[in-house]
């Protein structure tokens, strides 16, 4: 379980990390003066698009995390150690 939490833990700080660029990036094209803003055209709504992509990878990568408990259930299921041990008996 520990691995689990550290992999989620990875997951969350690399979107919030990329969030804060975001924001960052889009604070400073914002700062500058209208007329450099202009010169960027679409720029702004691209910044704006990718912190919508990283919203929906964020939901990709919890969804992964998600089924990653359940990867084993199956297999325990088939190799019960306790049948196992009974075979070789």
């Given amino acids: 379980m520990f691995v689990f939490h550290c992999k989620l833990f990875?997951?969350?700080s690399h979107s919030l990390h990329a969030k804060w660029k975001v924001k960052s990036t889009l604070g400073f094209v914002e700062s500058l003066p209208e007329r450099h803003q202009e010169l960027l055209g679409d720029y702004k709504d691209h910044i704006r698009?990718?912190?919508t992509c990283i919203?929906?990878?964020q939901g990709l990568f919890n969804r992964i995390l998600g089924c990653v408990g359940n990867v084993y259930e199956i297999h325990s299921k088939i190799y019960d150690p306790i049948t196992v041990s009974l075979r070789f008996l």
């Fill in 49 to 51: 698009s990718l912190h």
């Fill in 10 to 12: 990875h997951v969350s």
């Fill in 55 to 57: 919203n929906v990878n």
